[in-house]
């Protein structure tokens, strides 16, 4: 029997959110609009299967799935995966498998997998208070950076994403995208077209978004939306690298009008840039979210 995988569609949400919300993960990929922002580069599908939600990523024949979600037969929903590979010849792979996840696969079939564990896609989780206040010795180089922008900026301010900052957004976006080289740059460039359209389509996705102006104008614009009952993951920033201090302030502010309640935030992996690391490593995560790609023992 051929599995129904399908690209998920606006009309997808609520279901698949159903299957999401059943069990609490901080994972920044567990969220719809992750999921529906990022399907046709990742030629993304999802399914229901024996009661569960499960995504698909890759190629015919290279095909990996994440660990099926939702109060379905988990069990089950493997034992389906496994023989639906063995069927077609193909290796079976599992990604983005938490380690809680791994404990419930091993329960189920003990000794039949491996893991092995990436640390450029592992998310960056903070304390909110601690990225909100910046208080003490740690956070002083990250509150005189905030500091500092308002001394350069008397005019500063901040405001919520609307229909009446949205067109501006984009548009200092599209600037960021050419000031960065995003179009001779593959990775950027589909990082770039995942941003607007979250800008696009922000309502429709549940987006949370944060502007920051200097001078008027806008300099930096974030998104994010809450992955579980007590973290909120950020998915999008973007600030001008010319306007000093203006990264750590829209982080600052954002998470203060927008995400004061939930105790965690999720500011996603670092893909392995030496930079972008020291820089999320410079704001003290108070943990991290380790993935893994599980197979079979003995496959390749």
Same mark, same amino acid.
């Given at each position: =029997?051929?599995?129904?995988?399908?690209?998920?569609?606006?009309?997808?949400?609520?279901?698949?959110?159903?299957? =999401?919300?059943?069990?609490?993960?901080?994972?920044?990929?567990?969220?719809?609009?992750?999921?529906?922002?990022?399907?046709?580069?990742?030629?993304?599908?999802?399914?229901? /299967? *024996?009661?569960?939600?499960?995504?698909?990523?890759?190629?015919?024949?290279?095909?990996?799935?994440?660990?099926?979600?939702?109060?379905?037969?988990?069990?089950?929903?493997?034992?389906?995966?496994?023989? @639906?590979?063995?069927?077609?010849?193909?290796?079976?792979?599992?990604?983005?498998?938490?380690?809680?996840?791994?404990?419930?696969?091993?329960?189920?079939?003990?000794?039949?997998?491996?893991?092995?564990?990436?640390?450029?896609?592992?998310?960056?989780?903070?304390?909110?208070?601690?990225? /909100?206040?910046?208080?003490?010795?740690?956070?002083?180089?990250?509150?005189?950076?905030?500091?500092?922008?308002?001394?350069?900026?008397?005019?500063?301010?901040?405001?919520?994403?609307?229909?009446?900052?949205?067109? *501006?957004?984009?548009?200092?976006?599209?600037?960021?995208?050419?000031?960065?080289?995003?179009?001779?740059?593959?990775?950027?460039?589909?990082? =770039?077209?995942?941003?607007?359209?979250?800008?696009?389509?922000?309502? *429709?996705?549940?987006?949370?978004?944060?502007?920051?102006?200097?001078?008027?104008?806008?300099?930096?614009?974030?998104?994010?939306?809450?992955?579980?009952? @007590?973290?909120?993951?950020?998915? /999008?920033?973007?600030?001008?690298?010319?306007?000093?201090?203006?990264?750590?302030?829209?982080?600052?502010?954002?998470?203060?009008?927008?995400?004061?309640?939930?105790?965690?935030?999720?500011?996603?992996?670092?893909?392995?840039?030496?930079?972008?690391?020291?820089?999320?490593?410079?704001?003290?995560?108070?943990?991290?979210? *380790?993935?893994?790609?599980?197979?079979?023992?003995?496959?390749?």
């Amino acid at each position: =029997m051929e599995i129904p995988f399908k690209r998920p569609t606006l009309e997808d949400r609520t279901i698949i959110l159903h299957h =999401m919300l059943v069990q609490r993960h901080r994972g920044s990929e567990r969220t719809f609009a992750n999921a529906y922002l990022w399907a046709r580069f990742y030629q993304l599908g999802w399914a229901e /299967i *024996e009661g569960t939600l499960v995504f698909r990523t890759g190629k015919e024949g290279k095909y990996s799935y994440t660990y099926p979600m939702g109060m379905g037969d988990r069990k089950a929903a493997i034992e389906f995966l496994l023989k @639906d590979s063995q069927d077609k010849g193909y290796p079976f792979h599992l990604h983005a498998v938490s380690q809680e996840e791994l404990e419930e696969l091993e329960q189920y079939f003990p000794e039949k997998f491996q893991v092995e564990w990436d640390r450029n896609t592992a998310d960056y989780v903070y304390e909110t208070e601690k990225l /909100i206040h910046l208080s003490g010795k740690k956070y002083h180089g990250k509150k005189n950076h905030v500091n500092q922008f308002k001394a350069a900026y008397p005019d500063w301010s901040y405001e919520a994403l609307t229909d009446d900052n949205v067109e *501006e957004c984009f548009q200092m976006a599209l600037n960021w995208r050419r000031d960065n080289g995003c179009d001779e740059h593959h990775e950027k460039n589909s990082e =770039m077209c995942v941003a607007l359209n979250s800008l696009r389509l922000h309502k *429709e996705l549940g987006l949370k978004g944060g502007v920051l102006r200097a001078g008027g104008e806008i300099v930096a614009f974030t998104m994010g939306e809450p992955v579980c009952d @007590d973290t909120f993951v950020v998915h /999008i920033e973007k600030a001008y690298a010319h306007v000093r201090g203006a990264y750590p302030m829209i982080n600052q502010q954002f998470l203060e009008h927008e995400a004061a309640e939930y105790r965690y935030v999720n500011r996603e992996e670092d893909t392995g840039d030496e930079g972008l690391r020291k820089a999320k490593l410079s704001y003290r995560p108070v943990f991290m979210i *380790e993935k893994g790609n599980v197979t079979l023992k003995g496959d390749i």
